[in-house]
């Protein structure tokens, strides 16, 4: 059955990122359509060595696709998702969109594949981005082996997740400080540059940010909601790669040697944790354009009982959404979702 998949916001960042994921794994589609708003038809977007013409998302056919990757803001995917997901076309979503909704599964195919099974009941999977995943493929093998109780997270966020301007912001503010230039915040609240803000999104009503809460709602909806989470996000004037450090409280004794065992042999994960060497433990710079999740400087905690401390870090342009995306449509293609006729499925 021959399968046809539509990337929408296949202009933007995280669009082309998954153009580049599913060239790279040789995804098997026989026809990759590249959409994006009425603004941006005709602009050319790299499939490998072919080149696609953003079409008008809404001349589209949807109900002429089996799949369509949306990576669009979250208003934009609000708006479509219903609309294409109604018209028989499966959507993976990459936006925040509809991460919380029950009726949407959550998956992060390194961590809850079986989770993919859900999308019968709106035809629409939401997948997590980086962040939230780099943290969850590492709890994910520490939880059934011993029982994750809590964890207390502060991250180090890099400025690609908030997208290109705020790249450039970064850009620009650090050139400008050379040359007494005052900087100008624009994408974020306070300058970038020489800095860091603890502050990532807007604030609730009982002081997290939405990323603090988001982290732990999407943690526990993919792992288990009774693990107990408390973040603290902060941008940092890096450009790709984000570090977590995070202390986890577990119900059964695990010793950090244990632990370094348990994770060097799960899938996705490369400890890098030598106390002698110089290069003993992995940096947000050291991760860029790999796939791996890094764990580095595990360690006992001495002050709680059952306790671990440990450094997580990967590139969140590669190892995020987008990838996640993907590997949830080879999931669907593999577990032969695609291989009934459109009009066959609900
Ligand atoms: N950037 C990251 O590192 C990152 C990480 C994790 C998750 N995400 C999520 O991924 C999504 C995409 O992010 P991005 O940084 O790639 O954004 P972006 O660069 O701004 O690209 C957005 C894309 O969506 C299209 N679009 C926007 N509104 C549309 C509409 N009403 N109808 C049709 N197409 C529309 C745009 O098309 P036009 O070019 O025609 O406007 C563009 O192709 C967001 O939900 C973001 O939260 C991003």
Known sequence: MALKVAILGATGMIGREILNIMDERHFDADEVFALASRKSVGAEVSFGDRILKARDAEQFDWASCQLCIMATGDAAARKWGNKISQAGCIVIDTSRAFRADPQTPLVAPGVNPDAVEGYTKRNLIAVPDGLTTQLAVVLKPLHEAAGVVRVVVATYQSVSSAGKRAMDELWVQTKGIYVNQAPTPKEFPRQIAFNVIPQVEEFMDDGYTEEEWRISAEIRKMIDNDIQIVATCVRVPVFAGHAEAVHIELAEPLPAAEARALLRQSPGIMVVDKRDEEDGYVTPVDSIGEWATYVSRIRDDPT???????????????????????????????????????????
């Open 304 to 346: 709680v009982e059952n306790g671990l401390a440990m450094w997580i870090v990967a590139d969140n342009l590669r190892n995020g959404s987008a990838l996640n995306a993907v590997e949830t449509a080879e999931l669907l293609r593999n577990r032969g979702v695609f291989n009934a006729p459109l009009e066959a499925r609900e």
